[in-house]
């Protein structure tokens, strides 16, 4: 067993008789390696990719989260995949040093709130539980914070756009997935709704996988991104 192995060991707190395994320790360095190293949440599939075959990765990953769970850093699921995040009881030392974003509009958090309990869900979808307008600078606004996508077109006449998250917004309000959004319960027991609330307010329950299309949706085309502007057409060659 080399030093490396030793000293990831004894930090896990290993206090098993039992001899331990160097190849998992070997592994568990190699994850941490490569979530480190990583912009992005990384997926297990990336790592099944990269580590022995031999390896089991919800081990791996189930270690590393125990070697970080009182460090100053935690390993965290966001969405499919895994990120190394400042522990919560410290997030206070970093707020001084970032960058002041814009605040989002009343209309457009609540077209926000709406995409996330809702998705997929499209802009006159939006108008009808929010009995008013969505202005298209507002939705520009969504997916500019990269927080909200265009998905996917309802197969209704017309195709509009559904909307939904990304998994920047499960990273931003630090939600591991879209199931994790409060309920109705929760929202009012943080006292973000009123006790007395309107008798037609429905909070959902979220949906438990909003990358699956439904039956009443189907995903974009590369002709749909061209027509979007999400997309450069191609050029055919003489």
């Known amino acids: 067993m080399d030093q490396n192995a ?4 004894a930090f896990l707190g290993q206090t098993s008789s039992k001899s331990p395994d160097p190849d998992l320790f070997g592994a568990i360095r190699m994850a941490e390696a490569l979530i480190f190293a ?8 990336y790592l099944m990719d990269r580590l022995p075959a031999d390896v089991d990765i919800a081990t791996v990953l189930t270690e590393l989260q125990k070697l970080y769970s009182s460090r100053g850093v935690n390993l965290i699921r966001v969405g499919e995949g895994w990120a190394f995040r400042t522990a919560s009881d410290l997030s206070f030392l970093l707020a001084r040093d970032q960058i002041q974003q814009k605040k989002l509009s009343r209309a457009a958090l609540e077209v926000l709130a709406i995409i996330a309990y809702h998705q997929p869900v499209t802009r006159a979808e939006m108008e009808d539980i929010r009995g008013v307008e969505t202005a298209k600078g507002t939705l520009d606004a969504l997916l500019e914070t990269g927080w909200v996508r265009m998905r996917g077109r309802r197969k209704t006449p017309g195709r509009p756009v559904t909307y939904g998250t990304t998994e920047a917004f499960l990273d931003h309000f630090g939600l591991g997935e879209i199931r994790d959004l409060p309920g109705m319960d929760e929202l009012r027991g943080a006292g973000l709704l009123s006790a007395r609330l309107p008798a037609n307010l429905h909070i959902p329950q979220p949906p438990a996988d909003p990358g699956i299309y439904g039956e009443d949706e189907e995903p974009l085309t590369d ?6 502007g999400l997309l450069t057409p191609k050029v055919e060659d003489d």
């Open 223 to 228: 002709l749909d991104l061209e027509e979007l």
């Open 38 to 45: 990583s912009s992005e949440p990384v997926s297990a599939r």
């Open 6 to 9: 030793g000293k990831v060991i």
